[in-house]
């Protein structure tokens, strides 16, 4: 005995969702029956949206429905400052903070050799060539900080060797409000490497 | 600062299923972007579906998309038992057990006076018309073990008090592979109640 068809079918398309198993996806499977009709219409119509409309920045490779994203399109930024970030999520999450005012790049993955991503597989090129025909004084770099997250830092930072650009990468350390015995070592070792006399600040 | 249009919509529709909050619903939604064409295909024509095609049964009020449902359809089942349900999840749970073999009805709820949820609210003529009607012998009440359960159990025992069938109720007691010291009191106190000689077994 199982769900009639429809429902089956929503039970599988749910359970494609990250993190969702059998139980959840059929929760939300019959909750889907009891959503409005327009939420229904909304649902679907964004869903074939997602693959037609959505698409990626021609400058930034962010997400967006024209050629070229919100953020390239606003020219009043600073355009003498880049953030390089690795996915779409990390742009919300420094606009929401709003104290940035530059333009944003996002590369397609880190460098990870054992996984069989290398330099030429993330496309660096139209990272590079942006930053040298776009006047860009300053590269901050601010991607996971993990080895990946290092070794992607570090090879962009080689590439821009040559020129007059700044890179730097934001700051790493301990996390504010949190408990010092629950920081991991390797971030408690960089926080004291990274230290600052207090007059500094 | 916000995702393009697409994203926010599958975002506030992913909302709506139960507890899924802003974050998780983000990366939902973006998730979303990664899956295949054929699987955005099925799950938009699903959710389409799942208004047009998906009704209730005519009979048992189980889910189905004809006017009668798989279990109803067989006649291979024992018509003179009928297992009383809250819900389509219900019948799923006792069909894969698969020991039960006769059919079911679910009920639009429970009782629940303070809800404001009386008897005359939740549809019982239709069940007790057809347990009248179709020479049941015995009614098993399969409804959550709460006060609205009780109290639906108590209404439809009364209902068919003045009738041969028997009413009986599926068994309360603890669950096996439990601790004991982690079971309520009520339920412990309804184990002791219902105890039965173990020679009865």
Request: glycine content about 4%; overall charge negative.
């Amino acid at each position: 005995m199982k769900y009639p068809q429809t429902i089956q079918n929503l039970i599988e398309c749910y359970r494609k969702l990250p993190g969702i198993g059998e139980k959840t996806a059929e929760r939300f499977a019959l909750a889907t029956l009891n959503l409005n009709q327009d939420v229904i219409d909304l649902f679907s119509e964004s869903l074939k949206n997602s693959k037609t409309k959505i698409r990626k920045c021609d400058i930034c490779n962010n997400l967006c429905e024209d050629d070229i994203c919100d953020i390239c399109k606003n020219d009043s930024r600073d355009n003498n400052l880049l953030c390089v970030v690795e996915d779409p999520k990390s742009v919300i999450l420094f606009e929401k903070i709003g104290n940035f005012n530059g333009y944003y790049h996002i590369i397609n993955g880190l460098i990870s050799p054992l996984d069989g991503i290398n330099p030429e597989d993330i496309d660096l090129d139209k990272l590079i060539n942006r930053i040298k025909n776009n006047n860009i004084k300053e590269v901050i770099l601010a991607v996971k900080p993990s080895i990946e997250g290092e070794t992607t830092s570090l090879y962009i930072s080689k590439l821009l060797k040559d020129t007059d650009v700044v890179v730097s990468k934001i700051a790493h350390g301990i996390p504010l409000g949190t408990e010092i015995d629950y920081v991991d070592s390797l971030t408690l070792e960089l926080a004291m490497d990274n230290r600052k006399k207090i007059e500094d600040e």
